[in-house]
């Protein structure tokens, strides 16, 4: 069977081989001796006879070499082939991982990962490459016919002509199907799964080695960045960075779920200067707080705070808070609160939100501690710029997005047993256990309680090597920070600008293509009216076509498009996580009053499966622009 492989780089036709006209001899002159007449033009005609025969036999060699040094050339020229054997024994479609670990083992020069399903000649020889990420395009698009009886993971071939993207079909001759990560449900960000890669375990012996111990709490203080991807409401002074990618199907983000919308009711810690008004540095306070909270008809409301100071663990305050609206559920199995204990209660949340931001209370500099400590800030409604989250500096055995329970981590590393029994959780006992926690951190260093599926980014890898890269694109403040370039762009236009810009500067370019994913629906943007779709697939057309055309001999172009139409397997995800979340506050048992056509039923379950395993298909296209080779 002849193996399937990505079409080259078109070649320019040949020129013509002409052979140049040797200039007429001059006139000669009378003379009159004709014996003398006819020697001379015998020793002309043989010297004319000699430079013709000198001619050809150098053109001759010149063409004999000049076809040796295209058969050397050709024979070094990079090439991509699928491995058919391989792709065939595959049960599933080649994950993101795979196609990370190859595009970064060509780029870097190192081995490629076994057992290898692209093969890359002469990989050496490629000096740039090129990978775009083109959430959108379809088979439907391409006029790509599925054929069932083939293995998941076998390329597909790519028809000579299309009603659209004929840009992919005169560039790829096959496109070899994809799929991205995904459990119970749910389909993890692709363009995550791309741009970090997991640690090898000899790397993270090495750097835990090398990692200097923190025994300044400062130094486990999440930053802007972290804060945002945690979901936390920074205050107004703090600048935040942009927002990380929000997963396809949950419509959350890679880590959580979306942060509380800020309005006039949540207060933020008063900015402050380096040092007081005498001058002296200020006295830091570390305070761990746990809050406890009900349901009510305005959603989840404070009942209870505790916090406990960390140098001292005397309790600074252990305080009921009266919500705001009527209670629907104390949550009792979980805050410890009801009916008889919270009638008690006078202190509102604006009175206690006054009291924390008293002189001598909560400052600047104070550094809070907590678990998931977004959830106790905003049912605060506070913004507070230095937070220590023991769910982020501790790591759940799976690795993000999941994060550890405070339960597991203080048995898992005190060795304690925490929040037993029907009776609620106690918040000072909980606050304890982070300050604990925390001491534990300084302790043995930013690596203990960390775990095996730590990762980093691509870029960071590729600039430990030496290497240029750059990251186009929206996104590029979050995704590239170890990147040598990052270039945010406002459109698809602005995106192909850059990568034709920027690509003879750089090893590696990785950009994002988002205007198809708009037109279709997939990704709404609200500052942006979206293009219908057979526009946006004209332009996009147009602009593989340019871009390629652009690019300079040995550029290997790859485009995945990460997953597909996420939008069904979305809604079904948030109709499961309201189920879930409605059902857990009553005790595990479907509230009755739930409208029945609300219910989460075993059908849901299944085809929440069955949408989310069609939404993590996706296609990956391979080609190399070749030099071109002309004839004499």
């Given at each position: 069977m002849k193996r399937p492989g990505p079409r080259q780089g078109g070649?320019?036709?040949p020129q013509d081989d002409s052979t140049p006209l040797q200039p007429s001899p001059p006139a000669e002159p009378v003379l009159k001796k004709m014996k003398l007449e006819e020697n001379d033009d015998a020793m002309e005609r043989t010297e004319n006879e000699d430079e013709r025969a000198?001619?050809?036999?150098?053109?001759k060699k010149a063409k004999k070499a000049k076809k040796a040094n295209d058969k050397a050339l050709i024979e070094s020229l990079p090439t991509f082939a699928f491995d058919g054997n391989e792709l065939k024994t595959r049960t599933r479609p080649i994950a993101i991982g795979d196609l990370r670990d190859l595009i970064l083992a060509t780029v870097l020069g190192t081995p490629p990962p076994k057992p290898s399903w692209l093969v890359v000649r002469n990989p050496q020889n490629i000096k740039h490459f090129v990978v775009l990420n083109i959430q959108g395009i379809t088979p439907d698009c391409l006029d790509l016919p599925i054929a069932s009886n083939l293995p998941p993971a076998y390329p597909l071939a790519l028809p000579t002509t299309s009603q659209s993207l004929t840009s992919l079909h005169k560039l790829f001759s096959h496109a070899c199907p994809?799929?991205?990560?995904?459990?119970?449900?749910?389909?993890?960000?692709?363009l995550t799964t791309f741009l970090t890669s997991p640690v090898s375990p000899a790397d993270r012996i090495k750097r835990q080695r090398e990692q200097p111990k923190i025994h300044d709490p400062h130094g486990y203080i999440l930053t802007p960045a972290e804060m945002v991807?945690?979901?936390?409401?920074?205050p107004s002074y703090i600048e935040a960075p942009e927002q990380p990618e929000t997963d396809a199907i949950m419509g959350q983000s890679i880590w959580n779920h979306q942060a509380p919308v800020r309005d006039s009711t949540w207060v933020e810690t008063p900015n402050a200067n380096l040092f007081d008004m005498e001058g002296k540095p200020p006295k830091m306070k570390i305070w761990a707080i746990d809050c406890e909270m009900v349901e009510t008809t305005a959603g989840r409301e404070?009942?209870?705070?505790?916090?406990?100071d960390?140098?001292?663990?005397?309790?600074?305050?252990d305080t009921l808070v009266k919500p705001s609206s009527f209670i629907t559920s104390y949550l009792t199995n979980f805050s410890g609160l009801s009916e008889e204990v919270l009638k008690t209660a006078t202190l509102t949340l604006p009175d206690l939100q006054k009291r924390l931001l008293a002189p001598g209370m909560l400052d600047f500099w104070t550094i809070l501690v907590g678990h998931s400590l977004e959830n106790d800030l905003a049912a605060l409604k506070l913004a507070h710029p230095k937070v220590v989250d023991t769910s982020v500096i501790f790591q759940h055995p799976r690795g993000p997005p999941s994060k550890p329970s405070l339960r597991w981590l203080a048995q898992k590393w005190l060795g304690k047993t925490i929040q037993e029994g029907n009776d609620g959780h106690d918040p000072r006992q909980d606050?304890?256990?982070?300050?604990?926690?925390?001491?534990?951190?300084?302790?043995?260093?930013?690596?203990f309680g960390r775990y095996e599926q730590s990762s980093e980014s691509i870029f960071e890898i590729i600039s430990r090597q030496n290497k240029k890269s750059a990251y186009i694109g929206d996104g590029a403040t979050f995704y590239a920070s170890k990147a040598t370039s990052r270039v945010d762009c406002e459109n698809d236009d602005a995106v192909m600008e850059a990568v034709i810009t920027n690509i003879s500067k750089h090893d590696f370019i990785f950009a994002r293509f988002q205007q198809l994913q708009q037109a279709l629906g997939w990704r709404v943007r609200p500052d942006a009216k979206p293009p219908t779709t057979e526009d946006a697939l004209v332009k996009l057309d147009s602009q593989i076509r340019r871009l390629h055309q652009s690019l300079p001999a040995y550029t290997a172009l790859c485009i995945f498009t990460g997953q597909a139409d996420p939008r069904r397997a979305s809604e079904l995800g948030k109709r499961k996580a309201a189920w879930d979340t409605r059902t857990r506050a009553n005790g595990g048992t479907?509230?009755?009053?739930?409208?029945?056509e609300e219910w989460w039923t075993t059908q849901d379950g299944r085809d929440l499966e069955d949408e989310s395993e069609q939404a993590r298909k996706g296609l990956v296209f391979f080609c190399i622009t070749l030099p071109k080779i002309t004839k004499m």
């Open positions: 070649e320019a036709p000198l001619s050809k036999a150098e053109r994809s799929r991205a990560h995904g459990e119970n449900g749910q389909v993890h960000a692709a991807a945690n979901n936390y409401v920074l404070l009942g209870r705070i505790s916090i406990v960390y140098n001292t663990s005397i309790v600074i305050l606050a304890t256990t982070c300050i604990e926690l925390l001491k534990l951190k300084l302790q043995y260093g930013p690596s479907a509230p009755s009053e739930i409208p029945r």
